[in-house]
Nanobody, 124 residues
Framework: QVQLVESGGGSVQAGGSLRLSCAIS????????MGWYRQAPGKGRQLVAT???????NYADSVKGRFTISRDDAKNTLYLQMNSLKPEDTAVYYC??????????????????WGQGTQVTVSS
C-alpha cells in the first residue's frame, strides 16, 4: 500500500521559508492526486494545496502567492515550498495521496492515504 513520510518541518520566524517533502513508497501506481493539508491546535484539518496527476494545482486562498506545491515523479516525492510564512501558518502539515482512476488498472483502486504529519511553527 501507499506509504507517505513527511519531512522538512521546523520553527521559523515570520517572513521566513520552509520546504516540506513527502516521500512516497514503492506502490505509486495510479496516484490520481496528492496534496498538503494542515491542522492547527483546536482546528479541523484543512486543505493547503493539491496537485493532480496531470499537474493541475489548487491552493487555499490563505496561501496563494506564498506556497507552491510540486512533485518529482522520478524521486516519488511531493514538495511544498512555503515562503513569507505567517504565525497563522503554524500547524501540523500532512501529506495526502489518492489512489484510483477511471480506467484499468487504476479503476480497481480507491483509497486515500495520509502521512503522520510534520510540525511547522512560525513565530512573530
Amino acid at each position: 500500500q501507499v506509504q507517505l513520510v513527511e519531512s522538512g518541518g521546523g520553527s521559523v520566524q515570520a517572513g521566513g521559508s520552509l520546504r516540506l517533502s513527502c516521500a512516497i513508497s514503492r506502490d505509486t501506481i495510479c496516484i490520481s492526486a496528492m496534496g498538503w493539508y494542515r491542522q492547527a491546535p483546536g482546528k479541523g484539518r484543512q486543505l493547503v494545496a493539491t496537485i493532480t496527476s496531470s499537474g493541475n494545482t489548487n491552493y487555499a486562498d490563505s496561501v496563494k502567492g506564498r506556497f507552491t506545491i510540486s512533485r518529482d515523479d522520478a524521486k516519488n516525492t511531493l514538495y511544498l515550498q512555503m515562503n513569507s510564512l505567517k504565525p497563522e501558518d503554524t500547524a501540523v502539515y500532512y501529506c495526502n495521496a489518492q489512489q484510483g482512476g477511471s480506467s484499468w488498472p487504476c479503476i480497481r483502486y480507491g483509497s486515500d492515504y495520509w502521512g503522520q504529519g510534520t510540525q511547522v511553527t512560525v513565530s512573530s
